[in-house]
T-cell receptor, first 117, second 112 residues
Framework: ETGVTQSPTHLIKTRGQQVTLRCSSQSGHNTVSWYQQALGQGPQFIFQYYREEENGRGNFPPRFSGLQFPNYSSELNVNALELDDSALYLC????????????????FGEGSRLTVL | GEDVEQSLFLSVREGDSSVINCTYTDSSSTYLYWYKQEPGAGLQLLTYIFSNMDMKQDQRLTVLLNKKDKHLSLRIADTQTGDSAIYFCAESMWDYGQNFVFGPGTRLSVLP
């Protein structure tokens, strides 16, 4: 069984640039969530995708956007990067069936560490 | 608003028990979770408890839930150096989508 994989693992951008982060969900999982983890803090929910549509969103501005593909993989796009966007971006998949959650366990990838200069 | 709180640091001696505490705010949370994060890695689920339970034991791990006080604890028996990591408490909200709210994490240091 393949786990959640994310790419790239590390990247450096400058203020104002755009970035795309990618995630392949664990086999059999149809739901993908993205979290931002700033240094020394817990992960903060950005959004969740199910059946290629956004299925929930945290308190992040519209310049954070995402996509989910038919194979359940996902992208996180951030436009107009700011210094405070520097963080570890975690993708998590879960076998959420329809709109009825199971135990809700999230399976995390190892993250993409973004540094904005 | 939604807020999960934890103490930030805990130091124990190898072989002792560790107790990591957490308070949460949403009494409607269905599940409460403990995740572990080792340096440079993603989060790994350790255990979870359903909100109608008081206690759950899983090998060296014991989770206690006091729903009245909205208090969750994780006890690690016979703590080993390999248990050194950051431990996150999280609650699951079903609002629009399944949103997990994580605490700030407790950094556990195990001294030899």
């Amino acid at each position: 069984e393949t786990g959640v994989t994310q790419s790239p693992t590390h990247l450096i951008k400058t203020r104002g640039q755009q970035v795309t982060l990618r995630c392949s969900s664990q086999s059999g999982h149809n739901t993908v969530s993205w979290y931002q983890q700033a240094l020394g803090q817990g992960p903060q929910f950005i959004f969740q995708y199910y059946r290629e549509e956004e299925n929930g969103r945290g308190n992040f501005p519209p310049r954070f956007s995402g996509l989910q593909f038919p194979n359940y993989s996902s992208e996180l796009n951030v436009n107009a990067l700011e210094l405070d966007d520097s963080a570890l971006y975690l993708c998590a998949s879960s076998p959420l069936a329809g709109d009825h959650p199971n135990t809700g366990e999230l399976f995390f990838g190892e993250g993409s560490r973004l540094t904005v200069l | 608003g939604e807020d999960v709180e934890q103490s930030l640091f805990l130091s124990v001696r190898e072989g002792d028990s560790s107790v990591i505490n957490c308070t949460y705010t949403d009494s409607s949370s269905t599940y409460l979770y403990w995740y572990k994060q080792e340096p440079g890695a993603g989060l790994q689920l350790l255990t979870y408890i359903f909100s109608n339970m008081d206690m759950k034991q899983d090998q060296r791990l014991t989770v206690l839930l006091n729903k009245k006080d909205k208090h969750l604890s994780l006890r690690i028996a016979d703590t080993q150096t390999g248990d050194s990591a950051i431990y996150f408490c999280a609650e699951s909200m079903w609002d629009y989508g399944q949103n997990f709210v994580f605490g700030p994490g407790t950094r556990l240091s195990v001294l030899p």
